[in-house]
């Protein structure tokens, strides 16, 4: 038996068990559901539950199933993020080429192994089309915020995140 199957057991027998526990709790304390902190804690193991089959399901897939799932993750944590940033209807085409077009390709290349390119697509290409198809629609109005704030997002969410299927 592999080590990943290991590790997958340990990991199903620690969820169980916090099932049972979690279960226990809110049949003895909040059997009603009226106790937030028995809630959370459910809502939580829940999570994990989610959490580690998806991620049995995409190791199980083998390299295309990882590349996916962190694909799907770096398309949530740009929503997320992009969502605290500033904005103005210049940068709509910046966004649409954000989740559209860069975040695809650089997990393409990531599949592709083809390093040259995804080490750099992000950092360098990326990062000088964004500003300039926001310069485009001739919005002034806090452009250095509004570009360099897409970059990082980019940069945090796309880029770094691609990194950890790059290193399986």
């Known amino acids: 038996v592999s080590a990943l199957a290991w590790w997958y057991l ?3 027998v620690i969820l169980v068990l916090a099932s049972i ?31 580690v089959i998806l991620l049995a399901i995409a190791f199980i897939a ?32 910046s966004l649409v080429a954000c989740f559209f077009l860069i975040l695809p390709l650089q997990y393409y290349f990531l599949m592709t192994d083809w390093y040259g390119m995804y080490s750099i697509f992000v950092p360098v290409y990326a990062f000088l089309l964004l500003p300039v198809v926001s310069a485009l629609r001739g ?30």
């Open 62 to 93: 083998g390299k295309p199933g990882v590349v996916l799932l962190f694909a799907l993750c770096s398309f949530a944590a740009l929503r997320e993020f992009l969502t605290l940033t500033t904005h103005n209807r210049a940068d709509h085409w």
């Open 139 to 168: 919005s002034t109005k806090d452009f250095l915020i509004r570009v360099s704030e897409t970059q990082w997002a980019l940069m945090i969410c796309v880029y770094c995140a691609s990194h950890v299927p790059a290193l399986l």
């Open 21 to 51: 526990i979690g279960e226990v709790l809110r049949q003895r304390i909040s059997p009603n559901g009226d106790n937030p902190v028995i809630e959370n804690l459910n809502a939580r193991i829940t999570a994990w539950w989610v959490m």
């Open 10 to 12: 340990i990991v199903g």
